[in-house]
């Protein structure tokens, strides 16, 4: 049972209708350990892997952060992002951005477990006329899967431009919707996977993905 139940959501989760648009890859590894006192290093490497790179580009997000403990609740990041979008027969995309990020643990009810993470990006667009300002604020819940390692996870994160830019016209810009399952691999370690459906809303016409992230969380 411990094993079925596990499976069987991980199966549901992989099933795309018929005549749907094809499933992306976003294969990420985070990595987190202690600095000193109560600050934390972390980096955090992410693939996007598009099925059509003339209309949809493959991605790769390297993520770097610095942050500090407050309480064992509430931990604030600071850090750099890097990103670059691969276009096909067209030049790259590049975009580099200055992050803040707030994450809040609220605590449990009953077996679920409920945390929040709230991001605030000044986004530097290669091309872009001026600085792009973004908000994205992710609520995320846990429910363990009896008492085995496996946990169940959904969690929802729309993306709020602050600013309009000749690269960002619209004020809500997207919004990712995740369900999943994290399986403990070892003390440190975790992998959680599930399907990803992200919806774009643009200036030239709205756009939607699905995709299977398969990220390795690794806490030193």
Known sequence: MRIALPLAV???LF??????DPVQPWPSVYVSAPIGGKWLGSVEIVGRV???ERTRPSQVEARFQIGRAIDEHVTLWAG???VVSYNDGRRDGIED???EQLNWRPGRVGPLEFSARTRLEQRFITGNDRTAWRVRAQAR???PIGHSRVAAVLWAEPFVALN???ATGRTFEQLRSF???SVRVSKRADVEFGYLNQRLWRVSGNVVNHAIPLVLNVRF
């Open 50 to 52: 598009s099925d059509d």
């Open 15 to 20: 099933a795309v209708p018929a005549g749907a």
């Open 97 to 99: 951005q200055m992050v």
């Open 164 to 166: 309009h830019t000749a």
């Open 80 to 82: 750099y992002v890097h």
């Open 179 to 181: 369900a999943g399952v």
């Open 141 to 143: 819940a846990m429910l």
């Open 10 to 12: 991980a199966g549901a």
